[in-house]
């Protein structure tokens, strides 16, 4: 008997420690999208920039602290009290790899990190991560937008 108590109880506690996920965001959006850019220089990078617009200030104990997208996580940027901006960074690769027909002499190369994300997400999904007090709230938004990509120009060469 003691073993079937334990055992629920173990199953109770690892049941309340998961993630929550609810579609029903109890703010609304005035808009939500994503674009991705580049820049106009070798070495310069690239990333993609989300946005999203509230059509109210959100209430003074809730904070909007994560984003969840595209299998990237990135922290929020308030520029006013209804806009808010996620911006990831992709560094350029310029690493050498040593390519040969006998793998013994690849020995230098540094293998890819490989990452898993935390939500199984599509493309145009995203999720909101929310602090209320200790509480974290996670809501999902679906049907995200893509602007058109934003190409930076080089600068001019110089004479």
């Given amino acids: 008997m003691k073993l079937v108590f334990s055992c629920l109880i173990i199953v109770m506690l690892s049941c309340s420690s998961s993630k929550k996920i609810s579609t029903q965001l109890p703010y ?3 808009s ?3 674009q991705k850019w580049i ?3 070798e070495q310069t990078g690239s990333g993609i920039n989300f ?3 509230f059509k109210n200030p959100l209430p003074e104990n809730q904070t909007l602290a994560k984003l969840y997208f595209q299998n990237k996580e990135g922290f929020f940027d308030k520029e006013d ?5 996620v911006r990831f960074y992709s560094k350029p690769q310029n690493q050498d790899l040593i ?3 006998d793998s013994t002499n690849e020995y230098g190369n540094k293998a890819p990190e490989i990452t898993q994300p935390k ?22 938004i679906v049907d995200i937008k893509e602007k058109e ?10 004479n």
């Fill in 51 to 53: 946005y999203i617009q």
């Fill in 119 to 140: 939500f199984e997400l599509q493309p145009n999904e995203a999720i909101l991560e929310f602090h209320n007090g200790n509480e974290i709230q996670h809501y999902k």
């Fill in 39 to 41: 820049g106009g220089q």
């Fill in 28 to 30: 609304e959006i005035e």
């Fill in 149 to 158: 990509l934003l190409a930076y120009p080089s600068s001019r060469p110089r």
């Fill in 99 to 101: 390519m040969d027909g």
């Fill in 81 to 85: 009290e209804t806009h808010f901006t």
């Fill in 32 to 34: 939500v999208y994503f």
